[in-house]
């Protein structure tokens, strides 16, 4: 069983940045892809991002391309989401995700945390 906690949200207006944190524990963390997902009123839960804990492959979707960038600290066991030139509309609940690698289906989740963006 992994259990993923998120820290690192708040109040920031356009154009500064933020950095999220997800702290991970349990299971066989070098077989996991780690993702930050995103979601906000009346819309779909959004993948962001993601990285592998064994290697460093990554994703990013165009919508975050260039402002985001996800890291890992294998030490720390720990996977964060630096966010830059943040937009009112990055406004949501981001959450920290967890999948075997292989799986479609990201099976562990954090309890999210509040990112709001005033203009």
């Known amino acids: 069983q992994v259990q993923l906690v998120e820290s690192g949200g708040g109040l920031v207006q356009a154009g500064a940045s933020l950095r999220l944190s997800c702290a991970a524990s349990?299971?066989?963390?070098?077989?996991?892809?780690m993702g930050w997902f995103r979601q906000s009123p009346g819309k779909e839960r959004e993948l962001l991002a993601a990285?592998?804990?064994?290697?460093?492959?990554?994703y990013y979707s165009e919508s975050v391309k260039g402002r985001f960038t996800i890291s890992k600290n294998n030490a720390k066991k720990t996977v964060d989401l630096q966010m830059n030139s943040l937009k009112p509309e990055d406004t949501a609940v981001y959450y920290c995700?967890?999948?075997?690698?292989?799986?479609?289906?990201?099976?562990?989740w954090g309890q999210g945390t509040q990112v709001t963006v005033s203009s």
């Open positions: 349990g299971g066989t963390l070098s077989l996991l892809v």
């Open positions: 990285v592998t804990w064994s290697g460093s492959n990554t």
């Open positions: 995700a967890a999948k075997r690698r292989g799986s479609s289906e990201y099976a562990w």
